[in-house]
């Protein structure tokens, strides 16, 4: 037995890898076929140049295509080629040079297969190419200038690559095993496609998000141009590391720093924020990319539905409060003296990159706040969830990356069915005022501590659920014990979870003067979201107010 013969045997595909093709790009002298074939001997899956397909195809050489036919011709044929191949069973595939570089052959290479840049230095590549006379980019040229020239236009795209290994003079068995162990290593963000009456977009969840942001955002900006808008807090933690990642595929970006905390989210930090994008002389294909919290997405979003009548808008959340609420169904808007939210628009963002590493540099309060909209989306359609927001709620509060990237995806899911069904929130019942199960009290919380930090807006939504299912348990709606089971869980994982853990009296009128201020009013009446049940929940305005009374003094609200 030969040793590539026991190492097809002995390793398997990862489950990223398996039923997919292999595809190596990089420039030429990158070591795209030698390291391609031992790869594909390792794995045992065939091997395919596309340069050598397309000449197989064309019944002559890459030069002679050249020559006869000019690069615009050998382009379109590469294309076909490589779409053919694509589409054919498993295998390492070596790009030439310039494949990359089609924007509809990365499409299908992204689609189709997972992507290598085998990345070398120019000292190395063109030590490797010093001797090769097959090259019609470098015949009669300056071979050092013409690669530094070809590094500055492809790096970038290249950089769009799943996977990047630097290679320098080491043996071809050595870049192989690096490969491979990147390979083995390698775990794909998950991906959830919404999908909305006006647009579509995908929410792409995972670990180390940040510093491959250029390469998951280029292939959705219109133009390569952005101003990222955070502020002081999340500055501090990551605005370099997201720059860094988008400089890497050659999107320039600026950014706008605004104070921390609820405050920002006036009219305003607003108004300030436009005029910073009209300084920065912003056009209408350039992007505005919210880098924060709940308060950051908000305003941002706002900023960029309204100047120039509208900018692309990229949702980039570090809070799990937002990355599983406010960065999802494109509500987007400031706060002013009268209530909470009433002044904003929809504007739905291209991509959402819910970062999971971010969520380690967030305060356990914070955490367990956000983590209430997790479990909100079970309490209300999904039953299913809620048990398995039982099972695994407190991995998620306590970093359990994988727990947390699941919990995202499924509570994402679950917001995104509900809004593509009312994405504008016109449907009077039901639709998308679901989502505001436990936001009626949750919000007359937030304003009576005054949007200061005191209480959380998921620590008030906890509140809120508990105080809904009661609400509905005493109207006859729902089985007490299931307002039990909620408080019961939502206090396992550490959120205050009824109104008597607050360390705070409240007036019960006063409470209900919030309530009647909320953009949740309909004709002058109060709405609730009430339930039938864990994952049956329903909209109504005919709750009886001494009910709200009489549970608000239950709890300890004084009159």
């Not at 489950?15 to 292999?22: F, Q, V």
């Given at each position: 037995?030969?040793?590539?013969t026991?190492l097809?045997?002995?390793?398997?595909?990862?489950?990223?890898?398996?039923?997919?093709?292999?595809?190596?790009?990089?420039?030429?002298?990158?070591?795209?076929?030698?390291?391609?074939r031992?790869?594909?001997?390792?794995?045992?899956l065939?091997?395919?140049d596309a340069?050598?397909?397309?000449?197989?195809?064309?019944?002559c050489?890459?030069?002679?295509?050249?020559?006869?036919y000019?690069?615009?011709?050998f382009?379109d044929?590469e294309?076909?080629?490589?779409r053919?191949?694509l589409?054919?069973d498993?295998?390492?595939?070596?790009f030439?040079?310039?494949?990359?570089?089609?924007?509809?052959t990365?499409?299908?290479?992204?689609?189709?297969a997972?992507?290598?840049?085998?990345?070398?230095?120019?000292?190395?590549l063109?030590?490797?190419?010093?001797?090769?006379?097959?090259?019609?980019?470098?015949?009669?040229?300056?071979?050092e200038d013409?690669?530094?020239r070809l590094?500055?236009?492809?790096?970038s795209?290249?950089?769009?690559a799943?996977l990047?290994?630097?290679c320098?003079?080491?043996?071809?068995?050595f870049?192989?095993?690096?490969?491979?162990?990147?390979?083995m290593?390698?775990?794909?963000?998950?991906?959830?496609?919404?999908?909305?009456p006006?647009?579509?977009?995908d929410v792409?969840?995972?670990?180390?998000?940040?510093?491959?942001?250029?390469?998951?955002?280029?292939p959705?900006l219109?133009?390569?141009?952005a101003?990222?808008i955070?502020?002081?807090?999340?500055?501090?933690l990551?605005?370099?590391?997201?720059?860094?990642?988008?400089?890497?595929?050659?999107?320039q970006?600026?950014s706008?720093?605004?104070?921390?905390?609820?405050?920002?989210?006036?009219m305003?930090?607003?108004l300030?924020?436009?005029?910073?994008?009209?300084?920065?002389r912003v056009?209408?294909?350039?992007a505005?990319?919210?880098?924060?919290?709940?308060?950051?997405?908000?305003?941002?979003?706002?900023?960029a539905?309204?100047?120039?009548?509208?900018?692309?808008?990229?949702?980039i959340?570090?809070?799990?409060?937002?990355?599983?609420d406010s960065?999802?169904?494109?509500k987007?808007g400031?706060?002013?003296?009268?209530?909470?939210?009433l002044?904003g628009?929809f504007?739905?963002?291209?991509?959402?990159?819910?970062?999971t590493?971010t969520?380690?540099?967030?305060?356990?309060?914070?955490?367990?706040?956000?983590y209430?909209?997790i479990?909100k989306?079970?309490?209300?359609?999904?039953a299913a969830?809620?048990?398995?927001?039982?099972?695994?709620?407190?991995?998620?509060v306590?970093?359990?990356r994988?727990?947390?990237a699941e919990?995202?995806?499924?509570?994402?899911?679950?917001?995104?069915?509900v809004?593509?069904?009312?994405?504008?929130?016109?449907?009077p019942?039901?639709?998308?005022?679901l989502?505001?199960?436990?936001h009626?009290?949750?919000h007359?919380?937030?304003?009576?501590?005054?949007?200061?930090?005191?209480?959380l807006?998921?620590?008030?939504?906890?509140i809120?659920?508990?105080?809904?299912?009661?609400?509905?348990?005493?109207?006859?709606?729902?089985?007490?014990?299931?307002?039990?089971?909620?408080?019961a869980?939502?206090?396992?994982?550490g959120?205050?979870?009824?109104?008597?853990?607050?360390n705070?009296?409240?007036?019960?009128?006063?409470?209900?003067?919030?309530?009647r201020?909320?953009?949740?009013?309909?004709?002058?009446?109060?709405?609730?979201?009430?339930t039938?049940?864990?994952?049956?929940?329903?909209?109504s305005?005919?709750?009886?107010?001494?009910?709200?009374?009489?549970?608000?003094?239950?709890?300890g609200?004084?009159?």
């Amino acid at each position: 037995m030969t040793r590539n013969t026991a190492l097809r045997e002995t390793i398997p595909l990862p489950d990223t890898i398996a039923g997919r093709c292999i595809v190596l790009v990089g420039l030429m002298g990158a070591g795209k076929t030698s390291i391609g074939r031992r790869l594909a001997a390792r794995l045992g899956l065939p091997f395919r140049d596309a340069d050598q397909e397309i000449e197989l195809a064309a019944g002559c050489s890459i030069p002679e295509l050249f020559a006869r036919y000019g690069e615009a011709a050998f382009r379109d044929g590469e294309r076909r080629v490589i779409r053919r191949l694509l589409a054919g069973d498993p295998m390492v595939l070596a790009f030439g040079g310039g494949a990359f570089m089609d924007e509809r052959t990365r499409e299908a290479a992204r689609t189709d297969a997972v992507t290598v840049w085998l990345r070398c230095s120019l000292p190395t590549l063109v030590r490797r190419v010093a001797t090769r006379d097959n090259r019609p980019l470098l015949n009669g040229v300056d071979r050092e200038d013409t690669l530094r020239r070809l590094m500055q236009q492809r790096d970038s795209v290249y950089a769009e690559a799943d996977l990047i290994v630097d290679c320098g003079d080491e043996p071809p068995d050595f870049t192989t095993t690096t490969v491979m162990q990147a390979l083995m290593a390698w775990k794909p963000p998950r991906r959830l496609h919404v999908v909305l009456p006006s647009t579509s977009y995908d929410v792409v969840i995972g670990d180390n998000l940040l510093a491959r942001a250029g390469a998951l955002l280029a292939p959705k900006l219109p133009q390569k141009r952005a101003v990222v808008i955070t502020d002081q807090i999340v500055a501090e933690l990551h605005l370099k590391t997201l720059m860094d990642g988008l400089a890497e595929t050659a999107i320039q970006a600026s950014s706008i720093v605004v104070p921390g905390g609820e405050a920002s989210k006036s009219m305003d930090s607003y108004l300030d924020v436009v005029d910073q994008l009209l300084e920065a002389r912003v056009e209408r294909r350039t992007a505005v990319i919210a880098l924060g919290g709940g308060v950051v997405g908000d305003l941002a979003g706002f900023a960029a539905a309204t100047t120039l009548r509208g900018l692309p808008f990229i949702q980039i959340p570090t809070t799990l409060l937002a990355q599983v609420d406010s960065s999802v169904g494109g509500k987007t808007g400031v706060n002013t003296r009268r209530g909470k939210n009433l002044v904003g628009a929809f504007w739905q963002p291209k991509m959402v990159l819910a970062d999971t590493g971010t969520l380690g540099t967030l305060p356990p309060r914070e955490l367990k706040a956000g983590y209430a909209e997790i479990a909100k989306a079970g309490l209300i359609g999904d039953a299913a969830f809620f048990a398995w927001c039982e099972r695994h709620g407190q991995g998620v509060v306590c970093g359990d990356r994988e727990a947390q990237a699941e919990a995202i995806k499924r509570a994402c899911a679950f917001k995104a069915a509900v809004v593509g069904d009312d994405e504008r929130e016109e449907k009077p019942n039901d639709g998308r005022a679901l989502l505001n199960l436990g936001h009626t009290f949750g919000h007359a919380l937030e304003a009576e501590y005054g949007y200061d930090g005191g209480l959380l807006h998921g620590e008030g939504v906890a509140i809120g659920l508990g105080l809904a299912f009661k609400l509905s348990a005493r109207l006859g709606l729902c089985p007490p014990a299931d307002a039990q089971r909620v408080i019961a869980h939502l206090a396992g994982v550490g959120l205050l979870a009824e109104l008597s853990m607050l360390n705070r009296r409240f007036s019960a009128a006063t409470l209900i003067g919030h309530m009647r201020r909320d953009k949740k009013m309909r004709d002058g009446a109060l709405h609730f979201v009430l339930t039938r049940g864990i994952g049956q929940a329903f909209t109504s305005a005919d709750v009886p107010l001494d009910a709200v009374i009489e549970l608000l003094r239950e709890e300890g609200c004084g009159a």
